[in-house]
């Protein structure tokens, strides 16, 4: 049996190490097996072992989504490093077809109702809160940090981001901000706590919510800081006034390519008319808001991000404009952002005794790849993250900064 099947796959493992010849070995069978290299290599760094023959059409026509699949159910087990896991993966991947690589960049729309928009967010983001603590740092900040000198920790970079993004926006004691996606409360934590701000947030995830809730009452700023699990579209200016400071941070990707002059358009709404807001969000690098190439995208929206939609900048500022908004400054984090996940990453791995027991096999295969992926991605500029920052359009430039400096000050 095993002959027959490596008769059947040697076209396909020489035209992989014609195109690729990557240092990979496939083994498959009980006992001693069968095993197959894709390269000339006398010590692979990546062994992939078959453990069901539904494994097959996923290896033999690859794509990001299909070898992520494989993993991910359990079809095969993958033996080496996270970085030479990824890097045969891609190696496959770009082995296919040439026609693989730009199909994946074909961008679907999807639903956005509230209620599927909130089951979206519940899958995503109530898995449980002890696991993304394993993971996440000691703030609970579940977006880029930043490295103002590259070397800082995790926790130490994300305050220095939610910093950054209260720094631009030139938040005054006593103004009201609103958080646009809060997760588990560290920016309106932050912004009350230091810059003396009264904070509304709000989040689609329940978990998100209850911890937060209990962050803000242990830090004793209930009377600054409300906490709401709520959907952006039901905020409301005859409720809720206008805001004098807005802040979205990894909420946008959310939104869908349909929407997003609406999204900045409701922004507008809630924003007093010398108010500021920030935008800060994943971007796709296709000019044409396709979805990552070879076949990463699809992984995502299949097990990461369901309906998740990634604009390219300059549909980001379109849309804004449409919505109503000047951007008044526009900084790409992509580097950041590499190594955020990057660590996130690491402390999944270091943390992996863990995690393992909080989540089933699959989800934790699902995250471990993910994770890593995510440092590739933003490594090779196949996504990128922006900070907009913005106002209520139709403005005198009169009081404007005339440099950047008050961000650094």
Known sequence: ??????????????????????????????????SLALGDFDQPS????????????LL???GLDSLGQAYVE???????????ILAVAHGLAQSAEPAGGLLGRVRRRHDHSRASDSAAIRYHYDVSNDFYAQWLGEGMVYSCAYFEQGDETLDAAQLKKIDHIL???????GQRLLDIGCGWGALVLRAAQQWGARCVGVTLSQHQAELARERVKAAGLQNRVEIRLQDYRDLAVQRDRPFDRITSVGMFEHVGLDHLAAYFGHIRSLLQPEGWAINHGITSTDAHDGETSLGGGRFIHRYVFPRGELPHIGTVLRTLQEGGLEALDVE???RHYQ?????????????????RPLVDERRWRIWRIYLAGCAW??????????????????????????????MYA
């Open 339 to 355: 190594r955020t996940t990057q660590l996130w990453s690491e402390a999944f791995e270091a943390n992996t005794a863990q995690i």
């Open 332 to 334: 790409n984090l992509r």
């Open 377 to 406: 991605a933003f490594e090779h500029d196949e996504v990128a993250l922006y900070q907009v920052l913005c106002r209520p359009a139709g403005q005198s430039a009169q009081g404007l900064p005339w440099s950047r400096r008050w």
């Open 46 to 57: 990546v062994e992939v072992r078959v453990r069901d023959a539904a494994a097959w059409p």
């Open 167 to 173: 720094r631009k926006l030139r938040l005054q004691p």
């Open 74 to 84: 359990g079809l095969v087990d993958v033996e080496g490093s996270l970085a030479d």
């Open 60 to 62: 033999i026509d690859p």
């Open 1 to 34: 049996m095993g002959s027959i099947m490596e008769r059947a796959l040697l076209p396909w493992a020489q035209r992989v190490k014609a195109r690729a010849n990557l240092p990979v070995r496939l083994s498959w069978g009980t006992g001693n097996g069968s």
